[in-house]
């Protein structure tokens, strides 16, 4: 049977290839656009704070829980947490309807990063500071141009899973990743030494504790669980195509702290530009794409970094969405027998429409609200702080109270090759913490309590 199974199914090429594609995954507009406009609207140092331990204490772990069921199940993500417990199914099946969500307006924003690249060459950058908020807020509420880019950037992501995880995905999240964190790097030195900067680096450091209430811990829950592509079963389903010596433990470190350090970084290019430049640090959606283009137009050969910066979102954007698409597509290629190509063209088309109303609530839907929402951000709501937390938490039970110890510990050990003490820790975590972090948190968050 698992002869059967691995002929027809992908497998990633080499353990590198791997840890590129789930690091693909895990760093993209979660960190370089969300993280930092979720800790500008939620108060500077205390959300990064929070932040921080939520990553620490819940986040690593679940890495490794959805590393586990995917590896052990060597299927589409319903079916491996069918292979767990048979009730357990629903993670995926809620995975599967999360990943429509999460495509349609990630593909949005996705596009944004396309006109920001273009427009660095045509003039972006003589804007003065305060016009950089009026361009971008004229450009996302444009009821066309935002939807042509919104198609390229879904196209060259269904493009890419068509094609298959080895010839695509792994090929693909090869190079660009490094040349974005240098690129990272030198903005952040310009944004630093800014005159008047230093206000925001005390800003984004300094937890002001007042600042901490329930709603802080939701939305660094749902931040967490975001960035890390967790909670979504895109993690089960790359682990899928996993040979069974690999070190999970391992790459789930390794991918958190990058995932961690790339969003922080993020927050050290932004928050200073804002504060030197006098802008508004909880501005929302645009802040990526207001405060940058101002310390562009500051740096020697500034119009180049921001058009390879812009450039370089895009393909970290890109190597985001591509986890997304692939989830439902797995499922629907092995459950309903459709090839590849056109499993991704349809969960793509119905994505894309969703995003046109995405699009449209920055706009000419701005007006249009559910429960005091624009359908952006009832999208995000429903995605990041009920589906991710609903998904996490069901991972965690499925874990740590129907998967045998033994079985689940054996699977990231490698059978106890590897790690033993660290995956018992886990393994306690799971069971005991997690859940019960997350359940206190989704009952705040839901106004239970
Ligand atoms: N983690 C991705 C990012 O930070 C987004 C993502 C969410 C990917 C959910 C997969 C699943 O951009």
Sequence with gaps: MSDNVSTYRDSFKSSIGFVLATAGSAVGLGNLWRFPYMTGTGGGGAFVLVYLVVMLVVGVSLLLVEFSV?????????????????????????????????????????????????????????????????????????????????????????????????????????ILMPALFVMILIILVRSVTLPGAFEGVVWYLKPDFTKINGSTWVAALGQVFFSLSVGMSGMVTYASYLKKNENLIKTAVQVSLTDTLVAILAGFMIFPAVFAFGMEPGEGVGLLFISLPAVFAQMPMGTIFSFIFYVLVFVAALTSAISILEMPVAYIIEKKNVGRPKAAFIVGSISFVLGIAVSFSFGIWGSFQVFGMNIFSLFDYLGSNISLPLGTLGASIAVGWLWKKQGAVSEITNNGELGVSIANLWFFLVKWIVPVFIFIIFLKSVGII
Excluded: C
């Design 70 to 174: 995917g590896r052990n199940g060597k299927a589409n993500a319903v079916d491996s947490y069918k292979k767990i417990h048979p009730a357990m199914q629903w993670i995926g099946y809620l995975g599967f309807f999360s990943a429509f969500i999460f495509l349609s307006y990630f593909s949005v924003v996705g596009g944004w990063t396309i006109h920001y690249a273009i427009k660095s060459l045509t003039g972006l950058l003589s804007l003065a500071p305060d016009q950089m908020g009026g361009a971008f807020g004229g450009f996302i509420g444009n009821p066309v141009l935002p939807l042509i880019y919104h198609l390229f950037f879904m196209g060259a992501t269904v493009f890419i899973i068509a094609n298959g995880i080895s010839g695509g995905i792994e090929k693909y999240s090869k």
